[in-house]
Nanobody, 124 residues
């Protein structure tokens, strides 16, 4: 059983928008900080954004600041990543994952219970 199910990816033109959803399975999402990561072809998985369990604190990679917004709806056990002004370099498989303890980070080693990923392709 997957801990997270990512959805919402697809093919979009540069400048377009997508909203990714990360639905938790098997645990209460509100008990954990949640991160979004992405992995482009030939690249290591990198942190994109992270949100605290209450949603009161968020972190973003410099490359996505001002364009991406992470949010959560704990009542729906779901975390979202709104992606605007998409660029070709945003093309990647996007994953969500759970962080142990307190405090967001962008390091894959701090996260567990990865989802299967959803493909985002930004191309004309």
């Amino acid at each position: 059983q997957l801990q997270f199910v990512e959805s919402g990816g697809g093919l979009v033109q540069p400048g377009g928008s997508l909203r990714l959803s990360c639905a938790a399975s098997g645990f209460t999402l509100a008990n954990n900080d949640i991160g979004w990561f992405r992995q482009a072809p030939g690249k290591e998985r990198e942190g994109v954004s992270c949100i605290s369990r209450s949603g009161g604190s968020t972190n973003y990679a410099d490359s996505v600041k001002g364009r991406f917004t992470i949010s959560r709806d704990n009542a729906k056990n779901t975390v979202y990543l709104q992606m605007n002004s998409l660029k070709p370099e945003d093309t990647a498989v996007y994953y969500c994952a759970m962080k142990g303890g307190y405090g967001c980070s962008g390091s894959t080693t701090d996260f567990s219970s990865w989802g299967q990923g959803t493909q985002v392709t930004v191309s004309s």
